[in-house]
Protein backbone atom coordinates (compact mmCIF):
# COMPACT_ATOMS: atom_id res chain seq x y z
CA UNK A 1 0.00 0.00 0.00
CA UNK A 2 3.26 2.27 0.51
CA UNK A 3 5.80 3.02 -2.32
CA UNK A 4 8.24 3.97 -0.13
CA UNK A 5 8.89 2.27 3.74
CA UNK A 6 10.53 5.68 4.81
CA UNK A 7 7.92 8.25 5.54
CA UNK A 8 8.78 11.33 3.57
CA UNK A 9 8.04 13.41 7.10
CA UNK A 10 7.60 12.97 10.85
CA UNK A 11 6.66 14.80 13.28
CA UNK A 12 4.92 14.40 16.98
CA UNK A 13 1.98 16.56 18.05
CA UNK A 14 2.41 17.18 21.89
CA UNK A 15 -1.03 15.96 23.66
CA UNK A 16 -3.63 18.15 24.57
CA UNK A 17 -2.17 20.18 21.72
CA UNK A 18 -3.93 21.24 17.39
CA UNK A 19 -2.18 21.18 14.38
CA UNK A 20 -3.40 20.90 10.48
CA UNK A 21 -2.23 21.03 6.78
CA UNK A 22 -3.09 20.20 3.71
CA UNK A 23 -2.78 16.32 2.48
CA UNK A 24 -1.97 16.23 -1.05
CA UNK A 25 -3.84 13.08 -3.30
CA UNK A 26 -1.93 10.18 -3.45
CA UNK A 27 -0.40 10.75 -0.69
CA UNK A 28 -0.91 8.38 2.74
CA UNK A 29 -0.75 9.90 6.70
CA UNK A 30 -0.06 7.56 9.07
CA UNK A 31 -1.07 8.35 12.48
CA UNK A 32 0.49 6.28 15.79
CA UNK A 33 -0.17 6.63 19.08
CA UNK A 34 2.69 7.13 20.70
CA UNK A 35 2.71 6.09 23.85
CA UNK A 36 -0.99 4.63 24.42
CA UNK A 37 -4.63 5.89 25.22
CA UNK A 38 -4.04 8.66 22.67
CA UNK A 39 -7.63 10.15 21.06
CA UNK A 40 -7.56 12.27 17.95
CA UNK A 41 -9.78 14.79 16.78
CA UNK A 42 -10.14 15.02 12.80
CA UNK A 43 -11.86 17.22 10.53
CA UNK A 44 -11.64 17.32 6.43
CA UNK A 45 -11.91 19.74 4.11
CA UNK A 46 -11.69 19.96 0.41
CA UNK A 47 -8.77 23.39 -0.39
CA UNK A 48 -10.12 23.94 -3.61
CA UNK A 49 -13.77 24.20 -2.05
CA UNK A 50 -14.19 24.22 1.85
CA UNK A 51 -18.03 24.03 1.79
CA UNK A 52 -17.03 20.18 0.76
CA UNK A 53 -16.13 19.00 4.29
CA UNK A 54 -16.42 15.37 5.79
CA UNK A 55 -19.70 13.71 6.23
CA UNK A 56 -20.31 11.36 9.42
CA UNK A 57 -24.02 10.08 8.10
CA UNK A 58 -23.47 9.36 4.86
CA UNK A 59 -19.92 7.73 6.02
CA UNK A 60 -21.43 5.34 8.17
CA UNK A 61 -24.85 4.76 7.24
CA UNK A 62 -23.57 4.12 3.42
CA UNK A 63 -21.40 1.22 4.60
CA UNK A 64 -23.40 -0.13 7.06
CA UNK A 65 -21.43 1.00 10.36
CA UNK A 66 -20.91 2.48 13.76
CA UNK A 67 -17.50 2.24 13.80
CA UNK A 68 -14.65 2.78 11.55
CA UNK A 69 -11.83 0.60 10.72
CA UNK A 70 -9.82 -0.55 7.72
CA UNK A 71 -11.70 -1.18 4.18
CA UNK A 72 -13.66 2.01 4.91
CA UNK A 73 -13.63 5.56 3.65
CA UNK A 74 -14.13 8.54 4.95
CA UNK A 75 -16.78 10.63 2.72
CA UNK A 76 -17.59 13.81 2.04
CA UNK A 77 -21.07 15.55 1.70
CA UNK A 78 -20.64 15.77 -2.17
CA UNK A 79 -19.88 12.24 -2.11
CA UNK A 80 -16.68 11.60 -3.10
CA UNK A 81 -13.86 10.03 -0.59
CA UNK A 82 -11.27 12.10 1.01
CA UNK A 83 -9.55 8.81 2.53
CA UNK A 84 -9.34 5.48 2.58
CA UNK A 85 -8.68 3.34 5.65
CA UNK A 86 -5.74 0.79 4.41
CA UNK A 87 -4.00 0.11 7.96
CA UNK A 88 -5.57 0.38 11.06
CA UNK A 89 -4.08 -2.11 14.38
CA UNK A 90 -7.02 -1.55 17.16
CA UNK A 91 -10.44 -1.84 14.17
CA UNK A 92 -12.64 0.41 16.04
CA UNK A 93 -12.68 4.08 15.66
CA UNK A 94 -15.38 6.63 16.99
CA UNK A 95 -17.30 9.08 14.62
CA UNK A 96 -20.63 9.55 16.75
CA UNK A 97 -19.34 11.48 20.46
CA UNK A 98 -18.41 14.58 18.82
CA UNK A 99 -15.19 16.85 20.50
CA UNK A 100 -14.84 18.23 23.93
CA UNK A 101 -15.47 21.95 24.71
CA UNK A 102 -13.94 23.98 27.80
CA UNK A 103 -16.70 23.73 29.99
CA UNK A 104 -16.93 20.23 29.75
CA UNK A 105 -13.00 20.41 30.25
CA UNK A 106 -13.29 22.65 33.30
CA UNK A 107 -16.10 20.87 35.25
CA UNK A 108 -14.42 17.20 34.41
CA UNK A 109 -10.38 18.37 34.99
CA UNK A 110 -10.83 21.80 36.16
CA UNK A 111 -9.04 24.91 34.63
CA UNK A 112 -5.52 25.50 33.92
CA UNK A 113 -4.82 28.59 31.86
CA UNK A 114 -1.90 29.31 29.96
CA UNK A 115 -0.47 31.65 32.63
CA UNK A 116 -0.27 28.74 35.11
CA UNK A 117 0.88 26.30 32.90
CA UNK A 118 2.16 27.76 30.19
CA UNK A 119 2.65 25.28 27.28
CA UNK A 120 0.93 22.07 29.36
CA UNK A 121 -2.51 24.53 30.09
CA UNK A 122 -5.80 22.65 29.43
CA UNK A 123 -6.82 22.91 25.92
CA UNK A 124 -10.53 21.68 24.65
CA UNK A 125 -11.04 19.93 21.29
CA UNK A 126 -13.65 22.57 19.89
CA UNK A 127 -11.50 25.52 20.19
CA UNK A 128 -8.62 23.77 18.68
CA UNK A 129 -10.67 23.24 15.84
CA UNK A 130 -11.67 26.32 15.66
CA UNK A 131 -7.52 27.94 15.76
CA UNK A 132 -6.78 26.01 13.17
CA UNK A 133 -9.99 26.29 10.95
CA UNK A 134 -9.17 30.35 11.32
CA UNK A 135 -5.96 29.47 9.25
CA UNK A 136 -8.04 28.72 6.17
CA UNK A 137 -10.50 31.26 6.34
CA UNK A 138 -13.22 29.06 8.35
CA UNK A 139 -15.23 29.01 11.38
CA UNK A 140 -17.72 27.74 13.58
CA UNK A 141 -20.28 27.60 11.24
CA UNK A 142 -17.97 25.23 9.27
CA UNK A 143 -17.84 22.90 11.91
CA UNK A 144 -19.06 19.37 11.06
CA UNK A 145 -19.09 16.20 12.91
CA UNK A 146 -15.47 14.80 13.99
CA UNK A 147 -13.90 11.84 14.05
CA UNK A 148 -12.01 10.92 17.04
CA UNK A 149 -8.97 8.09 16.31
CA UNK A 150 -7.90 5.71 18.78
CA UNK A 151 -11.24 5.86 20.72
CA UNK A 152 -14.08 3.40 20.95
CA UNK A 153 -17.29 3.93 22.49
CA UNK A 154 -19.99 1.26 22.99
CA UNK A 155 -23.75 0.95 24.09
CA UNK A 156 -25.21 -0.75 26.61
CA UNK A 157 -28.65 -1.62 26.93
CA UNK A 158 -30.50 0.83 27.13
CA UNK A 159 -28.77 2.86 24.35
CA UNK A 160 -26.10 4.92 26.83
CA UNK A 161 -22.85 5.44 24.91
CA UNK A 162 -20.03 4.69 27.11
CA UNK A 163 -16.16 5.28 26.60
CA UNK A 164 -13.58 2.02 26.76
CA UNK A 165 -10.43 3.05 28.60
CA UNK A 166 -7.35 1.47 27.58
CA UNK A 167 -8.71 0.74 24.11
CA UNK A 168 -5.63 1.96 21.98
CA UNK A 169 -1.91 1.12 23.62
CA UNK A 170 1.48 2.13 22.52
CA UNK A 171 2.37 2.37 18.80
CA UNK A 172 -1.39 1.22 17.50
CA UNK A 173 -1.62 2.58 13.82
CA UNK A 174 -3.80 4.03 11.30
CA UNK A 175 -2.43 4.45 7.36
CA UNK A 176 -4.91 6.82 5.27
CA UNK A 177 -4.64 7.05 2.03
CA UNK A 178 -6.04 10.24 0.47
CA UNK A 179 -7.65 9.84 -2.64
CA UNK A 180 -8.61 13.80 -2.89
CA UNK A 181 -6.48 16.81 -1.33
CA UNK A 182 -7.53 17.65 2.04
CA UNK A 183 -7.43 20.35 4.68
CA UNK A 184 -6.75 18.04 7.89
CA UNK A 185 -7.20 20.04 11.00
CA UNK A 186 -6.15 17.87 14.05
CA UNK A 187 -6.08 18.08 18.25
CA UNK A 188 -5.19 15.20 20.86
CA UNK A 189 -7.22 16.40 23.48
CA UNK A 190 -9.45 14.54 25.57
CA UNK A 191 -12.61 12.62 24.18
CA UNK A 192 -15.50 13.71 25.74
CA UNK A 193 -16.66 10.64 27.21
CA UNK A 194 -13.24 10.08 28.86
CA UNK A 195 -13.73 9.41 32.45
CA UNK A 196 -10.47 9.32 33.72
CA UNK A 197 -9.23 11.36 36.99
CA UNK A 198 -6.76 13.57 35.70
CA UNK A 199 -6.68 15.45 32.23
CA UNK A 200 -5.38 13.29 29.44
CA UNK A 201 -2.67 14.48 27.51
CA UNK A 202 -1.38 12.14 24.75
CA UNK A 203 1.51 12.98 22.07
CA UNK A 204 0.56 11.42 18.45
CA UNK A 205 3.31 10.67 15.88
CA UNK A 206 1.92 11.25 12.22
CA UNK A 207 3.99 10.24 8.76
CA UNK A 208 3.98 10.79 5.55
CA UNK A 209 4.20 8.48 3.04
CA UNK A 210 3.72 8.18 -1.08
CA UNK A 211 0.79 5.81 -1.58
CA UNK A 212 1.08 2.51 -4.12
CA UNK A 213 -1.36 3.03 -6.72
CA UNK A 214 -5.07 2.33 -6.51
CA UNK A 215 -5.99 -1.14 -8.42
CA UNK A 216 -9.56 -2.08 -8.95
CA UNK A 217 -9.50 -4.48 -6.46
CA UNK A 218 -8.44 -2.38 -3.75
CA UNK A 219 -9.89 -3.21 -0.63
CA UNK A 220 -11.61 0.25 -0.08
CA UNK A 221 -12.33 0.89 -3.46
CA UNK A 222 -14.56 -2.79 -3.69
CA UNK A 223 -15.88 -2.75 -0.06
CA UNK A 224 -19.64 -1.62 -0.70
CA UNK A 225 -20.96 -0.70 -3.64
CA UNK A 226 -21.34 3.01 -2.26
CA UNK A 227 -17.74 3.08 -2.04
CA UNK A 228 -17.19 1.98 -5.63
CA UNK A 229 -19.71 4.90 -6.31
CA UNK A 230 -17.63 7.44 -4.59
CA UNK A 231 -14.68 6.38 -5.72
CA UNK A 232 -16.31 6.84 -9.16
CA UNK A 233 -17.42 10.52 -8.39
CA UNK A 234 -13.97 11.33 -7.33
CA UNK A 235 -12.15 9.88 -10.55
CA UNK A 236 -14.95 12.30 -12.33
CA UNK A 237 -14.16 15.40 -9.79
CA UNK A 238 -9.94 14.51 -10.94
CA UNK A 239 -10.97 14.54 -14.31
CA UNK A 240 -13.09 17.63 -14.89
CA UNK A 241 -10.47 19.91 -12.86
Known amino acids: MLETAAPLYDDL ?31 MYNPENPLERYNMPDTLKN ?58 YHRNGLTS ?23 RVKTDDNGNMNYVSDHSHAGATVDLRFEMDTIVVLHTCPHPLDPAPDYPSHPLRYQLFKAAPVTDADLCKTSSPEATRAFANTALYHLMQ
Request: net charge positive; hydrophobic share 40%; charged share 20%.
Open 129 to 151: FLNELAKYGLGKKDLTANLNWFS
Open 13 to 43: IPGGSHWSFVMRKGHVLRLIDETGHANVGML
Open 63 to 120: QHTFKLTKGHVLLSDMGRVFASIIRDDLGWHDTVSGTCNASLVEERWGQKIYQQAHNH
